[in-house]
């Protein structure tokens, strides 16, 4: 009758100790291609501020630099074995930037120290366009010729961009 339930118990626990592993995954970032422009959050001027003062700022950059070369910092998979598809450099980042964008900022005062910032960009790069904003808050104050301005808020942007990545999977049954 023993010998009855031993064999079942045997195949649950040889099934467990089997499917039981710590698995561990790491993916390294080897190379990215960005395509967007570099967003830059407004700076306002806080000059003379009083409740229902509109700042419209209308801004236009133009860009002789079509590109900027970099390293995203992470570290890349390194291995004995000389990897053809990513080799080794010490630059990984290739950020594309178009040769225009355009758009405006707003600051609306509501008070003698608080308002709402926001704006929108717009730009074009290898026939994709891509568009951006921004919204927050500030608190501000002047006082003889002198102010101290604090903004929070979101800065949103389009972007496209291609990543390669390697992911390295490490099994070790129990």
């Known amino acids: 009758m023993k010998s009855k339930y031993l064999f079942p118990v045997w195949i649950f626990s040889a099934m467990l100790l089997v499917s039981c592993a710590n698995i561990n995954q790491t993916i390294y970032i080897q190379d990215v291609e960005v395509n967007g422009p570099m967003n830059p959050p407004p700076v306002p ?22 590109e900027v070369i970099g390293n995203i910092g992470s570290g890349r998979y390194m291995n004995t074995i000389q990897d053809t598809l990513f080799p080794y450099g010490k630059k990984n980042l290739l950020w594309k930037i178009p040769k225009y964008s355009f758009g405006f900022d707003l600051d609306v005062a509501v008070s003698n120290s608080f308002a709402i910032a ?19 808050i500030a608190l501000f104050h002047e006082k ?12 949103v942007q389009e972007l496209y961009y291609d990543a390669k990545t390697i992911v390295e999977t490490t099994v070790d049954p129990i």
């Open 144 to 155: 003889n010729g002198s102010a101290i301005r604090f903004d929070v808020g979101i800065l």
């Open 118 to 136: 926001g704006g929108l960009n717009y730009s074009v790069i290898d026939q994709t366009k891509l568009i951006g904003g921004s919204l927050g």
């Open 45 to 66: 001027i806080t000059k003379d501020k009083s409740p229902g003062t509109v700042t419209f700022s209308p801004k236009l950059t133009l860009n002789n630099t079509s």
